[in-house]
T-cell receptor
Framework: RKEVEQDPGPFNVPEGATVAFNCTYS??????FFWYRQDCRKEPKLLMS???SGNEDGRFTAQLNRASQYISLLIRDSKLSDSATYLC???????????????FGQGTTLQVKP | DTAVSQTPKYLVTQMGNDKSIKCEQN?????MYWYKQDSKKFLKIMFS???????INETVPNRFSPKSPDKAHLNLHINSLELGDSAVYFC???????????????FGPGTRLTVL
């Protein structure tokens, strides 16, 4: 079983649509959670951190359910520029110095159409 | 004024060759990383250095040897390249050892390695 699982998609949606991505993680020791965005042939960039109580940043809302080991990302009013791959990422602390290690999901591809 | 830079951007080479990829960050971060993204798009950590000291070493063949001459640089040397080494290699840096939610990793543009 993969440590971080996402539906790879692609999700094809019209402009203005609301779309939700889900992610599950297997390691209950995961400490912190993020969504990264990766454009085609580019590097990943942090989209938003995911707080325990959920958080919103403009059109983007992230939720965390630790009991179910589940993370979600909601995008409202989709724009053409939202087309990208969205990577679910968990951070696991390990070793005597509690060094963090990011574990990436495979990513979910979003294509927003005019 | 690129934050994390890598060279070269593209690398095409024959099996069996030895090659190096260089990475530099000008963010003043203490921790640097190498990741490999394969053809299925999985991004996996290979190594992490904090202040020139190796802190994460995943199950990577010992043909891969990272070197950190100072905390702003982390280079990756690969010996005896194999077909399966073809991938995109990303360098990244963070202020600290990614212990907290607020510690963000910044990625370089990637080096696309093709082994023929």
């Amino acid at each position: 079983r993969k440590e971080v699982e996402q539906d790879p998609g692609p999700f094809n949606v019209p402009e203005g649509a609301t779309v939700a991505f889900n992610c599950t993680y297997s390691n209950s020791a995961s400490q912190s959670f993020f969504w990264y965005r990766q454009d085609c042939r580019k590097e990943p960039k942090l989209l938003m951190s995911v707080y325990s109580s959920g958080n919103e940043d403009g059109r983007f809302t992230a939720q965390l359910n630790r009991a179910s080991q589940y993370i979600s990302l909601l995008i409202r009013d989709s724009k053409l520029s939202d087309s990208a791959t969205y990577l679910c990422v968990v951070n696991i602390l390990h070793g005597s110095s509690n060094t963090g290690k990011l574990i990436f999901g495979q990513g979910t591809t979003l294509q927003v159409k005019p | 004024d690129t934050a994390v830079s890598q060279t070269p951007k593209y690398l095409v080479t024959q099996m069996g060759n030895d090659k190096s990829i260089k990475c530099e960050q000008n963010l003043g971060h203490d921790t640097m990383y190498w990741y490999k993204q394969d053809s299925k798009k999985f991004l996996k950590i290979m190594f992490s250095y904090n202040n020139k000291e190796l802190i994460i070493n995943e199950t990577v063949p010992n043909r891969f040897s990272p070197k950190s001459p100072d905390k702003a640089h982390l280079n990756l040397h690969i010996n005896s390249l194999e077909l399966g080494d073809s991938a995109v290699y990303f360098c990244a840096s963070s202020q600290d050892e990614q212990r907290t939610l607020s510690d963000t990793q910044y990625f370089g543009p990637g080096t696309r390695l093709t082994v023929l």
